[in-house]
């Protein structure tokens, strides 16, 4: 069975940086579009970032300059590099393979001084 496993979150303060990691079990990336999704309770689950199988990339309004998102198809493995954290970056992240049932269990980022 097909698994994403996230890891990398933790707490940080406001400015610092985070480098989230999605390992895959499975060769997705070179077939899918993977991306980065966070949620805080009570809202909806978010798009910060996406890259396609070419590694063309989009990101979400909030995150543009400060986040970027790479993949290592050897390694099938997605990252997330979080740059200038700011306490609205707070949230569970999830990695996701596009137009599949695929998501992983979360890691918590916490962005509080």
């Known amino acids: 069975q097909l698994q994403l496993v996230e890891s990398g979150g933790g707490l940080v303060q406001p400015g610092g940086s985070l480098r989230l990691s999605c390992a895959a079990s499975?060769?997705?990336?070179?077939?899918?579009?993977m991306g980065w999704y966070r949620q805080v309770p009570g809202k909806q689950r978010d798009m910060v970032a996406r890259?396609?199988?070419?590694?063309?990339?989009t990101y979400a309004d909030s995150v543009k300059g400060r986040f970027t998102i790479s993949k290592d198809n050897a390694k099938n493995t997605l990252y997330l590099q979080m740059n200038s954290l700011k306490p609205e970056d707070t949230a569970v992240y999830y990695c996701?393979?596009?137009?599949?049932?695929?998501w992983g269990q979360g890691t918590q980022v916490t962005v509080s001084s």
């Open positions: 996701h393979a596009a137009d599949t049932p695929y």
């Open positions: 890259i396609t199988k070419l590694a063309t990339t």
């Open positions: 499975a060769d997705l990336f070179k077939v899918y579009t």
